[in-house]
């Protein structure tokens, strides 16, 4: 059974920073891509991060300079670290392993970003 486990999701200041961890069991974790997306209030999802299993990063405009999003096979898990972060940083993150025709999702975790 394949499953997507985030935490880290937390109420924090503007300019603030937060860790992002996804783990990941039941899938070969360093054959799939991985990825960040979140969902703002009355927003559609969007893509905020990726990483190849390769190790090959992009970034959403939005965000870039100001996360960065890194893996370890060793332990399964994604992460993503936040820094300057700002109110339209608010929303549910969810994390995304892919491969191929294989897509998972986690169920997601909450960040508030307070002005």
């Known amino acids: 059974q394949v499953q997507l486990v985030e935490s880290g999701g937390s109420l924090v200041q503007a300019g603030g920073s937060l860790r992002l961890s996804c783990a990941a069991s039941g899938i070969r974790f360093s054959i799939y891509g991985m990825a960040w997306h979140r969902q703002a209030p009355g927003k559609e999802r969007e893509l905020v991060a990726s990483?190849?299993?390769?190790?090959?990063?992009n970034y959403s405009d939005s965000v870039k300079g100001r996360f960065t999003i890194s893996r370890d096979n060793a332990k399964n898990t994604a992460y993503l670290q936040m820094n300057s972060l700002k109110p339209e940083d608010t929303g549910v993150y969810y994390c995304?392993?892919?491969?191929?025709?294989?897509?998972?999702w986690g169920k997601g975790t909450l960040v508030t970003v307070s002005s």
């Open positions: 995304n392993a892919n491969f191929g025709t294989m897509n998972y």
């Open positions: 990483i190849t299993r390769d190790a090959f990063t």
